[in-house]
Nanobody
Framework: QVQLVESGGGLVQAGGSLRLSCAAS????????IGWFRQAPGKEREGVSC????????YDADAVKGRFAISRDNAKKMVYLKMNSLNPGDTAVYYC???????????????????WGQGTQVTVSS
């Protein structure tokens, strides 16, 4: 079955960096768009970054543009999110999700992804 497992979260000081990993199993990563999402306490889940399957194009939300970078290694079935210049506003549980999308991943909402990991906590202290 489709399984996604996130890792790499933790506690970091403001200005620091983390790299999140998402390991996929049970399916071929090719052909799936991958999104990173986050959810802070009391807030809705929001898109952070995504990478399309058909052309490898990426999209970053305005809040993380220039600080976060998503990448994928289909052969290793891994997707990464490199996060730099972290600030307390980035504190959240981060999830990766996979779905077969017809168009660029930038046009899709969290509800349109059917396969999710369990999440990894990122806490940024001031």
């Amino acid at each position: 079955q489709v399984q996604l497992v996130e890792s790499g979260g933790g506690l970091v000081q403001a200005g620091g960096s983390l790299r999140l990993s998402c390991a996929a199993s049970g399916f071929t990563l090719d052909g799936y768009a991958i999104g990173w999402f986050r959810q802070a306490p009391g807030k809705e889940r929001e898109g952070v970054s995504c990478i399309s399957s058909h052309d490898g194009s990426t999209y970053d939300a305005d809040a993380v543009k220039g600080r976060f970078a998503i990448s994928r290694d289909n052969a290793k079935k891994m997707v990464y999110l490199k996060m730099n210049s972290l600030n307390p506003g980035d504190t959240a549980v981060y999830y990766c999700a996979a779905e077969r999308l017809a168009f660029s991943c930038r046009y899709y909402q969290p509800s349109e992804y059917g396969n999710w990991g369990q999440g990894t906590q990122v806490t940024v202290s001031s």
